[in-house]
């Protein structure tokens, strides 16, 4: 379970409503239950600071683009190369 400190208290997580922004497009979501239950039946801690959520539209785009790549580029590449193809499509990363 996770827990944010706010004056000297703990709140648990899914008390909260917490947002993400698209690291593409910058739409800004709320973090849906789903992904805090993925988070806590992982083996391995995740770092959720060091880590960007896709939007829903740009995770299928990123899919897309996984697919049509993947039989140019290779494996070791091919994240940037995605990541690119994303930067292209949306005029960049948003600040």
């Known amino acids: 379970m996770f827990f944010v400190k706010f004056n ?3 709140i648990p997580v899914e008390d909260l409503k917490i947002y ?5 497009c910058g739409k800004v979501d709320e973090i849906s239950e789903d992904f805090w ?12 600071y060091g880590s960007s959520l896709y939007c829903d ?15 140019h580029v290779p494996e070791s590449q091919l994240d940037r190369a995605v ?9 960049g990363v948003p600040a």
């Open 83 to 91: 990541m690119k193809a994303m930067e292209n499509l949306h005029g």
């Open 37 to 48: 239950e993925w988070v806590a039946d992982k083996e391995e801690p995740l770092d959720i």
């Open 20 to 24: 993400s922004k698209c690291p593409v």
């Open 8 to 10: 000297n208290a703990e």
């Open 57 to 71: 539209d740009c995770t299928r785009e990123s899919q897309t683009f996984r697919q049509i790549l993947s039989a």
